[in-house]
């Protein structure tokens, strides 16, 4: 079936240093899915942190990047430099493109940093 | 941004009993949804709504589900009766469309059931 797996956490990245969190697809049923990143910070509902559609096309927002990878069918997201309030729990999910009333999603990542 | 609003944020109830969790979506949006989370597991989608019916539901969805949203109102989550099993945090989302920027889902904060 269709599936998403991604780090298990919960990760602890220090403020100005480099993170990545792994995020593998399985799409057995879904051609060209689309791929997303959401994020849940303390307190809140879940928001989308960026998402892409078209397969070796990157997506960005808030400093964060990911880069849709059909090959590896990957998805990992990435920031240079983290700050203390990028503190979250993570989501890596897939959608079927313009049906996408159905979100499959990963276990989340909660991401702590130090200050 | 836009906000979804769940009522209550954590409802305890003895197994057998019905509850009802609420959901105030996006005052435009046209799509609804509930997600399922057990504790340490990921969240799985249980049923998408559009316009006064349930378009596609999961296996998750049992019979004892239903969902509604009488007169544009609140979109709800019915579990008659309830079982231990349902026990997780459910999440409320809402979309303006299902295809595009449209598509994008906005989520609630969502809301704890414990069925004792």
């Known amino acids: 079936g269709d599936s998403v797996t991604q780090t298990e956490g919960p990760v602890t990245v220090s403020e100005s240093e480099s993170l990545i969190i792994n995020c593998t697809y399985s799409?057995?049923?879904?051609?060209?899915?689309?791929l997303f990143w959401y994020v849940r910070y303390p307190g809140e509902g879940l928001q989308l942190l960026l998402k892409?559609?078209?397969?070796?096309q990157k997506g960005s927002s808030r400093g964060f990047e990911a880069t849709y990878n059909k090959e590896t069918t990957s998805f990992h997201l990435q920031k240079a430099s983290v700050q203390e309030s990028d503190s979250a729990v993570y989501y890596c999910?897939?959608?079927?493109?313009?049906?996408?009333?159905?979100?499959?999603f990963g276990q989340g990542t909660k991401l702590s940093i130090k200050p | 941004g836009p906000k979804v609003l769940q009522i209550p944020s954590h409802q305890i109830i003895d197994m057998g009993q019905m509850v009802t969790l609420n959901c105030d979506p996006v005052s435009n949006h046209l799509y609804f949804y509930w997600y399922k989370q057990i504790l340490g597991q990921q969240m799985e989608f249980l049923v998408n709504?559009?316009?006064?019916?349930?378009?596609?539901k999961s296996k998750l969805f049992k019979d004892q589900f239903s969902v509604e949203r009488p007169d544009g109102s609140y979109f709800t989550l019915k579990i008659q009766p309830t079982a231990l099993e349902d026990s997780a945090v459910y999440f409320c989302?809402?979309?303006f469309g299902l295809g595009g920027r449209r598509a994008e889902q906005f989520f609630g904060p969502g809301t704890r059931l414990t069925v004792l």
């Open positions: 989302a809402s979309s």
């Open positions: 999910a897939l959608g079927v493109p313009y049906n996408q009333g159905k979100l499959i």
């Open positions: 799409a057995t049923s879904i051609a060209y899915p689309n």
């Open positions: 892409v559609i078209t397969a070796g």
């Open positions: 709504f559009y316009n006064g019916k349930v378009m596609e």
